[in-house]
């Protein structure tokens, strides 16, 4: 069984670009979270989708964050236009249940 | 103050030894525990999960739950070079949202 993957696995742009990451969650999972780690700081939720709604996005910093998951299969989250504080991990889960969430590798996503 | 604390370490033991790794919190609310397992350049791999207080054992770890101090634990047996990785805690709060420790670097010596 494949696992989570996240595409691209390490992104570098200038502020004010605009960048989409990709998640393809375990095939079956309704669940999808996205999380992001911040250098120094712990790993923080910003939202979770079952199927295509979003279920919970109170952890999404600020509207220039926009997650989407068309069809309930993968998922986007659209950075624009980046600033530094973007800068961080954003890590992709998806689940059967709301316990045991798998995670994928992670994009690294450096705005300088 | 946060809502989860963990001592970031790095924790350095021999092979073979007992590892004990810790994690206090603030809000009484939370139900669901985790521990999860993050090698470098990786996502994290849960571990283990229990719910409220009591202990949970797995092979060589084992997950421990104490409520009434709000402290959670887990320990590891005849700990491995291939253990070295970064544990980290978390925890579900009423919104179902993890909340997590900041992680524990541990490092195994051959």
């Known amino acids: 069984e494949a696992g989570v993957t996240q595409f691209p696995s390490h992104s570098v742009i200038e502020k004010g670009q605009t960048v989409t990451l990709r998640c393809d969650p375990i095939s079956g999972h309704d669940n999808l979270y996205w999380y992001r780690r911040v250098m120094g700081k712990e790993i923080k939720f910003l939202l979770h989708f079952v199927k295509e709604s979003k279920q919970d996005e109170s952890g999404m910093p600020n509207n220039r964050f926009l997650a989407e998951r068309t069809g309930g299969t993968y998922s986007t989250l659209k950075v624009q236009p980046a600033e530094l504080e973007d800068s961080g991990v954003y890590f992709c889960?998806?689940?059967?249940?709301?316990?045991?969430?798998?995670f994928g590798p992670g994009t690294r996503l450096t705005v300088t | 103050q946060k809502e989860v604390e963990q001592d970031p370490g790095p924790l350095s033991v021999p092979e073979g030894a007992i590892v004990s790794l810790n994690c206090t919190y603030s809000?009484?609310?939370?139900?669901?525990f985790m521990w999860y397992r993050q090698y470098s350049r990786k996502g994290p791999e849960l571990l283990m999960y229990?719910?409220s207080s009591g202990n949970k054992e797995d092979g060589r770890f084992t997950a421990q739950v104490d409520k009434s101090s709000k402290y959670i634990s887990l320990f590891i047996r005849d700990s491995q070079p291939s253990d070295s990785a970064t544990y980290l805690c978390a925890m579900k709060n009423s919104n179902y949202q993890l909340i997590w420790g900041a992680g524990t670097k541990l490092i195994i010596k051959p």
């Open positions: 229990t719910y």
């Open positions: 809000n009484s609310a939370f139900q669901y």
């Open positions: 889960a998806s689940s059967k249940n709301s316990y045991e969430q798998y």
